[in-house]
């Protein structure tokens, strides 16, 4: 199936128009039709069905993001397979900017910003490390800054969103999309155990991150 305006992905779900495209997939604009509301379709690269460490790994994210409950986490609404076999994932529409986009604009933020920032994605990680879910890649693009708006207007602090839980594990499931010697994460963010070893990182790896996203900011 190739998106396009007017599909129904499922019964509840119509697409609407396009809002992003990558290396690993396109999002789209899309209607739910019993939410009535606007909301975010993840599909899979059709080039990228035949890896299936892609395809498990999309999947991984909509599970992981699932099971945690949490105001700065990207709610997951829906996921499956289209007929054609593409996998998608349902989320909620965000609109606002990435503190990757944020900091390429103005550098660094002032100390207030940084501690708002921190503080809320430090929330999201404690109710995953909760569940035993370690995100593993805590850097800015992953980190989403709402723009305000009527339901955000008037809050003490601008809400942010952690993306992107693809390539998270469980501390009590064992690895089995790694190999010997393979890095999982971005180079730059991560702590010294998890560029030895990805697949046998804590919790403490997403402390670390989260540590250099402070200092970047």
């Not at 990207?74 to 996921?79: G, N, W």
Request: glycine share 6%.
């Amino acid at each position: 199936m190739q998106p396009a305006p007017g599909i129904l992905i499922n019964p509840r779900v119509r697409l609407l128009r396009a809002l992003d495209e990558g290396a690993m997939g396109t999002v789209w604009v899309a209607e739910h039709l019993t939410l009535h509301t606007e909301v975010a379709v993840k599909f899979v690269s059709t080039d990228l069905l035949e890896q299936d460490d892609v395809v498990e790994r999309f999947q991984r994210e909509a599970r992981a993001a699932a099971q945690i409950k949490s105001p700065n986490v990207v709610q997951m609404l829906d996921h499956g397979v289209t007929g054609e076999g593409v996998p998608y994932i349902v989320m909620e529409l965000l609109h606002g900017q990435t503190l990757a986009d944020l900091l390429d604009q103005q550098e660094q933020l002032g100390l207030y910003e940084t501690v708002l920032v921190v503080t809320q994605v430090a929330r999201a990680l404690a109710k995953a490390h909760a569940l035993g879910i370690i995100h593993r890649d805590i850097k800015p693009e992953n980190i989403f800054l709402l723009e305000e708006n009527e339901e955000t207007s008037g809050m003490e602090e601008q809400q942010v969103k952690v993306l992107d839980f693809g390539i998270a594990k469980h501390v009590e499931v064992p690895e089995s999309l790694t190999v010997p010697g393979m890095v999982i994460g971005t180079p730059g963010y991560m702590c010294p155990d998890q560029i030895l070893d990805s697949k046998e990182v804590d919790h403490a790896a997403d402390i670390w991150s989260l540590a250099v996203v402070a200092y970047v900011c």
